[in-house]
């Protein structure tokens, strides 16, 4: 049902509004509606509470959470817990430690996520599984595999790139948001058939800062 107006005439006592009992009617038409929408015809359902917290625990409920690319996402920190999803990589992601984080599925093979610190502007550091200890340490990615590089702590003025080789050009294939400016987060989907099998990170503005990736 569209809303329905209270006619209330051209002026004051003129006559040419809706009757009173016209009016209540259309009022009562359209609290009904709202009712049945967000309720059970007699009484709304707490879809929000008190703490602001969005609670649906009934009917075939529908919620898009749709952007058109990662550069799109609201920031991680403050947003979470909350999930999206990116039209551009295909991907489902979730907001947890200030980054977002893509989940496993069908088209991106096992997922392994590092997050980079710096030293100075010398080196990269970098923990996640497996990850060696000390500066711009050596990384061995496999084809089929996806890998988070999470840069977000430093991207202001350590921006990461996947490069063909030192000083080289930024590596394309299967890597998104390369070089990522905004949200500092890069995802590297290895091919089958790379073009490159021995490439490197390294920052964009400190040529020192810099490791090998060896894909097998």
Same mark, same amino acid.
């Given at each position: ?10 002026? &004051? ?18 609290? /009904?509606? +709202? ?14 509470? #008190? ?17 058109? &690319? ?6 991680? #920190? ?8 990116? $039209? ?15 989940? /496993? ?10 997050? &980079? ?13 497996? &990850?060696?200890?000390?500066? /711009? ?7 089929? $595999? ?22 080289? #050009? ?21 091919? $089958?058939?790379? #073009? ?9 503005? $400190?040529?020192?800062?810099?490791? /090998?990736?060896? +894909?097998?």
């Amino acid at each position: 049902m569209a809303k329905q107006t209270v006619g209330i005439g051209s002026s &004051a006592n003129d006559g040419s509004g809706d009757t009173l009992r016209v009016g209540a009617d259309k009022i009562n038409d359209n609290f /009904n509606e +709202i009712y049945d929408a967000l309720g059970d015809g007699t009484d709304l359902t707490d879809i929000i509470d #008190s703490n602001g917290v969005l609670d649906v625990r009934t009917g075939a409920n529908k919620i898009v959470f749709y952007y058109g &690319a990662l550069t799109d996402l609201p920031s991680a #920190s403050t947003y979470h817990g909350a999930v999206a999803h990116v $039209h551009a990589t295909g991907g489902l992601y979730f907001a947890h430690g200030g980054a977002w984080i893509r989940l /496993n599925d069908e088209t991106t093979g096992p997922v392994t996520k590092y997050t &980079a610190g710096v030293v100075g502007s010398s080196a990269y550091t970098f923990t996640g599984p497996g &990850a060696t200890a000390g500066n /711009n340490p050596n990384f061995t990615f496999y084809k089929g $595999h996806t890998y988070l590089i999470d840069n977000t702590a430093n991207v202001g003025s350590h921006p990461l790139q996947i490069r063909t080789s030192n000083g080289g #050009s930024a590596f394309t294939t299967g890597v998104t948001d390369n070089y990522n400016s905004t949200t500092g987060l890069t995802q590297f989907i290895v091919p $089958h058939e790379p #073009s490159d099998t021995t490439l490197v990170y390294q920052c964009t503005n $400190h040529s020192s800062m810099v490791g /090998n990736i060896t +894909i097998v």
